[in-house]
Each structure stands twice: as structure tokens, then as C-alpha cells.
């Protein structure tokens, strides 16, 4: 069994910054990639950020430049720095670790931007 333990969400005004983290437990075999993904109401859930267990990373286009992500995989620990936010990046937030044989989210952290 795979818990992930999601924190770091909040209300923050355009332009600031929140560093959301992302702490895995249980039996984690053959980890291939850590990401985040986000979801507003009505849309479906959209990759924000991955990075791969050698430390490849993608972005979405929107948050290039502005969010980093992160890996400790000693700790199993997935992080996303990010930075000069936007009204449109108001969404809950959720930590994915996918595994050769299965597929993990946490149970998501509402982040709001909004002066």
C-alpha cells in the first residue's frame, strides 16, 4: 500500500510564490516518474509537471519558466517551487508517483491565487 501526503497549498496573490511538497510512504518498487497535475471544477486533470527517476523533467506551457519540480528519491519526496503565479494557475493540485505496475495520487491541495 502507497500513501502519498500532499502540503503546502494556500491563498497567495498574483505575482507571489508557494512551494508545494509531496511525501510518498509504503511500498514503492521501480518508481518511474514524480509529477504534479492540476484540476478545476469542470475541466479535466492536466499535467503541470513531471520528472523522471534519472531527473528528466517536463512542463506544462503555461507554467514554463515559473514552476520547478523537484525530486528526493532517497526520501521519496516530490516537490514544485513555483513562482510569479497567476489567477489561471487557481486549481486543486495533486501528486501523482506512477510505478512500473501501478499508479498513485495524493488526495490533492487546493491553491488559489487571487488578490
Known amino acids: 500500500q502507497v500513501q502519498l501526503a500532499e502540503s503546502g497549498g494556500g491563498l497567495v496573490q498574483p505575482g507571489g510564490s508557494l512551494r508545494l511538497s509531496c511525501a510518498a510512504s509504503?511500498?514503492?518498487?521501480?518508481?518511474?516518474?514524480m509529477g504534479w497535475y492540476r484540476q478545476t471544477p469542470g475541466k479535466q486533470r492536466e499535467l503541470v509537471a513531471t520528472?523522471?527517476?534519472?531527473?528528466?523533467?517536463q512542463y506544462a506551457d503555461s507554467v514554463k519558466g515559473r514552476f520547478t519540480i523537484s525530486r528526493d528519491s532517497a526520501k521519496n519526496t516530490v516537490d514544485l517551487q513555483m513562482n510569479s503565479l497567476k489567477p489561471e494557475d487557481t486549481a486543486v493540485y495533486y501528486c501523482?508517483?506512477?510505478?512500473?505496475?501501478?499508479?498513485?495520487w495524493g488526495q490533492g491541495t487546493q491553491v488559489t491565487v487571487s488578490s
Open positions: 501523482n508517483f506512477q510505478l512500473i505496475l501501478a499508479n498513485y
Open positions: 509504503g511500498s514503492l518498487f521501480s518508481i518511474k516518474t
Open positions: 520528472i523522471t527517476i534519472g531527473g528528466s523533467t
